[in-house]
């Protein structure tokens, strides 16, 4: 069973590695999804923190409890104040998990090598979450080009996804082009559990090639 590390002290357990990653899950999911994808990482020497956003995973909090977009970025807020001045993460977001990353991308550029949008949804293991409307959201999310626009960022398509379809997630990446495009042939939504090597292989490339 892969352990998911505890965020405010992961970046302290492994020194000496080569990349960090931080994973963020999807609306609805947890920690757990990266279960399969964290040991190959770890394996390759990296750290590897994955994180529980607010009410989801293995978080003790209701989702009633977070009724603000900011109360549901805010665990991986708080991990990336944690982190020395002088770190710097790879973020890597599961669809609705890009929505988080973008916050932090926007308050911690300066600590953050690229981040990696996986436009991919999924449906095991869910629990209930709250679905925040776009005032909320245009509220919370305000992005500029000298932070936000800084960091290099990678767009990872997946061809046989069943919900957002292919025409659609080029449409999401026309509206915010990233650095670049990568796509994972074969792959059902769940890309982190049905191709797992092959996102692996794509992640220990793009940590090289924007770090």
């Not at 994955?50 to 977009?69: C, E, M």
């Not at 990696?116 to 305000?142: C, E, M, N």
């Not at 495009?181 to 992640?203: C, N, P, W």
Request: net charge neutral.
């Amino acid at each position: 069973m892969t352990h998911f590390v505890n965020p405010t002290t992961s970046h302290l357990q492994n020194p000496n590695s080569r990349k960090h990653f931080v994973l963020v899950h999807e609306l609805g999911h947890g920690a757990w999804c990266w279960y399969k994808l964290a040991p190959l990482l770890r394996s390759s020497g990296h750290n590897i923190t994955s994180i529980d956003l607010a009410a989801l995973g293995i978080d003790p909090k209701l989702v009633l409890d977070v009724p603000l977009t900011s109360k549901y970025f805010s665990p991986l807020i708080r991990f990336m104040d944690s982190l020395f001045s002088h770190e710097e993460a790879i973020l890597v977001g599961h669809t609705c998990g890009g929505l988080a990353i973008t916050q932090a991308m926007e308050k911690f550029s300066s600590r953050i090598s690229c981040a990696i949008f996986d436009w991919t949804l999924a449906t095991l293991l869910v629990r209930p979450s709250h679905v925040y409307g776009a005032g909320d959201q245009q509220r919370t999310i305000k992005l500029s080009s000298k932070n936000y626009g800084s960091v290099s960022r990678v767009s990872v398509m997946i061809d046989q996804d069943k919900v957002l379809k292919r025409y659609f997630q080029r449409w999401m990446i026309e509206q915010n082009p990233p650095d670049e495009v990568r796509e994972i042939a074969g792959s059902d939504h769940m890309v982190m559990m049905s191709k797992t090597y092959e996102l692996f292989v794509q992640l220990e490339d793009i940590s090289w090639k924007y770090s």
